[in-house]
């Protein structure tokens, strides 16, 4: 299971913990007042079972409308975390094949000074035996150098990693802050 599919199924399970909470709040609200209507009733049975029938499918109409605004708003939310946490990952993959592709053309510039160093080599040994001393440090300090560029990046990415985990957690308690306060409004 990719990170990707982890992210939405923890997401999928959260919503349907919210969307039950709320389902249950309703109801449990619906079945207070029809009792409170039964027992207050002043009016005959016939017209209180009508006037019972008629709340009873105005409050499930209500609770119909809140859990479709609820299920929205949390897929919206979802979709804008999930959208940001692909934005993260392209963007990191793409520093990640900036630096390799930098390192590529460093170890290619490494092994052309090689050649042309064994080149001269052959022709005149005694000067260019301090030239492959320089150039050998030369490789090493570039290889050093690109490699403490590959860690800062891969750094730099793991810290972009966490700011969109921490947005996405976020927002998708944001989400819900928002969502409980519309359905305390009800």
């Known amino acids: 299971m990719g990170l990707f ?36 009733a002043p009016q005959e049975g016939k017209k209180t079972r009508e006037d019972i029938a008629n709340k009873s499918k105005d409050l499930a109409d209500s609770a119909v409308n809140v859990a479709k605004d609820t299920a929205d708003t949390i897929q919206f939310k979802a979709y804008q975390a999930s959208d940001q946490v692909k934005k993260t990952y392209a963007d990191l993959k793409d520093n990640i094949a900036i630096k390799k592709d930098q390192l590529d053309d460093n170890v290619e510039v490494a092994k052309a000074k090689a050649k042309a160093i064994g080149e ?67």
Do not use: H, M, P, W
């Open 120 to 186: 001269i080599v052959k022709s005149g040994a005694s000067e260019l035996k301090e030239d492959v001393k320089n150039t050998t440090k030369e490789v090493k300090k570039t290889a050093e150098d690109v490699k403490e560029d590959v860690k800062e990046g891969a750094k730099n990415i793991k810290e972009e990693a966490e700011k969109s985990k921490d947005k996405a957690k976020e927002t998708v308690k944001e989400t819900k802050d928002k969502v409980e306060k519309e359905a305390n409004k009800k």
């Open 5 to 40: 599919d982890y992210l939405e199924e923890k997401k999928r399970q959260a919503v349907r913990r919210r969307q039950l909470k709320e389902a249950s709040k309703i109801l449990t609200g619906a079945a207070l007042g029809i009792l409170g209507g039964i027992l207050f």
